[in-house]
Nanobody, 122 residues
Framework: QVQLVESGGGLVQAGGSLRLSCAASGRTFSNYAMGWFRQAPGKEREFVAFISRSGGSTYYADSVKGRFTISRENAKNTVYLQMNSLKPEDTAVYYC???????????????WGQGTQVTVSS
């Protein structure tokens, strides 16, 4: 089992920044690719970004490319999502997830955190 706990969400004005963290415990963190997803009210959960086990490969949804950066520190069992130039449409609950191999498909992830709310005001 892998336990994931997100933090860092909050309320921010449009154009502002937030950094989300996801702390992992349980099995060896470096054995898992990590993804960030988000879900807005009334919408399906959508892919935001993923990072490979080593951190050497990343991939982003078009909607966040150039504004968000995913990174990880395997020594700290933590993955991050730096979010810049935030827009009201980025408002959602953000989740981190773990899987042996990275994918953009949320249903294929084995482990999920509880989520952290990000609200961007206009």
């Amino acid at each position: 089992q892998v336990q994931l706990v997100e933090s860092g969400g909050g309320l921010v004005q449009a154009g502002g920044s937030l950094r989300l963290s996801c702390a992992a415990s349980g099995r060896t963190f470096s054995n898992y690719a990590m993804g960030w997803f988000r879900q807005a009210p009334g919408k399906e959960r959508e892919f935001v970004a993923f990072i490979s086990r080593s951190g050497g490969s990343t991939y982003y949804a078009d909607s966040v490319k150039g504004r968000f950066t995913i990174s990880r520190e395997n020594a700290k069992n933590t993955v991050y999502l730096q979010m810049n130039s935030l827009k009201p449409e980025d408002t959602a609950v953000y989740y981190c997830a773990a899987r042996y191999r990275a994918t953009i498909i949320p249903d294929e992830y084995e482990y999920w955190g509880q989520g952290t709310q990000v609200t961007v005001s206009s």
